[in-house]
Nanobody, 129 residues
Framework: QVRLVESGGGRVQAGDSLRLSCAASGRTFSTTRSMGWFRQAPGKDREFVANIMWRRGSTYYADSSKGRFTISRDNAENTVILQMNDLTPEDTAVYYC?????????????????????WGQGTQVTVSS
């Protein structure tokens, strides 16, 4: 089992920044392949934001995140960070941290919901104009 706890959400103005954190724990966390962030706005599907391959540190971003968001990890603390800059009202959503202990031949599976087997409870981000 892997337990994920997100923090750092809140209400900000357009153009502001927020830093989301996800603390991971659990006996099987050592087998984690990828950590990702997803978000879900009201009435919309949960969508991929960014991921980081836990061992090699490579990252990938959705087009909507590129240039504004940065995902990073702290291996010692088992924490993944999502730094979000220049936020817009379109970024308003519940943000979810996810962990994948699943092995895929192609990293593209980690850019989808199906690529993850553990999820946090989510943290609300609200951006007003």
């Amino acid at each position: 089992q892997v337990r994920l706890v997100e923090s750092g959400g809140g209400r900000v103005q357009a153009g502001d920044s927020l830093r989301l954190s996800c603390a991971a724990s659990g006996r099987t966390f050592s087998t984690t392949r990828s950590m990702g962030w997803f978000r879900q706005a009201p009435g919309k599907d949960r969508e991929f934001v960014a991921n980081i391959m836990w061992r090699r540190g490579s990252t990938y971003y959705a087009d909507s995140s590129k240039g504004r968001f940065t995902i990073s990890r702290d291996n010692a603390e088992n924490t993944v960070i999502l730094q979000m800059n220049d936020l817009t009202p379109e970024d308003t959503a519940v943000y979810y941290c996810a962990a994948s202990t699943l092995t895929y031949y192609h990293d593209t599976y980690y850019y989808t919901r199906r690529g993850y087997d553990y999820w946090g409870q989510g943290t609300q981000v609200t951006v007003s104009s």
